[in-house]
């Protein structure tokens, strides 16, 4: 079949509408987007600081270095969105967003006065009504492991004066 086109748009099998700069892959190249837009937004925040060297490190030189890869990894993701066929965009889904958003408000409200351990394990609960697909068993040995995990990195091995439980 022959294919008609007019600027920015051309119809292609079947007659539907079709950008002559398709994404193939729209996931893949709206999460590259963010990622380069977070790094740009973090490169922008450290300017002002001192980047040093490799050897002498200034407090802009980790964030900018992170970033900095960040931004690269963005820009794969958002070149393979053009050229490799992918997930499309679904429509928008609040329930994740809100359960997530929440979980991290609730982490920060119980962290001082219920302790590292109790705010975790808040924090996985929350989380889990994020996803229809998650199941309790799931999510109770999640927020067990990471309880764990984080008392036992951030109290002991790193030594930050955090409460476990209250």
Do not use: N
Not at 3 to 20: F, I, L, M, N
């Amino acid at each position: 079949m022959r294919t008609q086109c007019r600027p920015w748009v051309c119809e292609g099998d079947g007659g539907q509408p079709v950008s002559w700069l398709a994404l193939r892959g729209g996931v893949d190249f709206y999460s590259g987007l963010l990622l380069a837009s977070a790094a740009a937004c973090c490169i922008w925040l450290v300017s002002d600081l001192d980047v040093g060297s490799a050897r002498e490190m200034g407090p802009a030189y980790f964030p900018l270095m992170v970033s900095l890869v960040l931004g690269a990894m963005g820009l794969i993701l958002m070149i393979k969105g053009v050229l490799v066929e992918g997930p499309s965009i679904k429509g928008f889904e609040f329930r994740p967003l809100f359960f997530v958003v929440l979980s991290f408000v609730v982490f920060g409200a119980l962290i001082v006065p219920a302790g590292l351990v109790l705010a975790i394990l808040a924090q996985v609960a929350i989380a889990h009504f994020a996803s229809a697909e998650t199941r309790p068993l799931e999510s109770l040995l999640s927020g067990i492991g990471l309880a764990s995990f984080s008392a036992i990195v951030f109290a002991y091995f790193l030594g930050v004066p955090v409460s476990l439980l209250p």
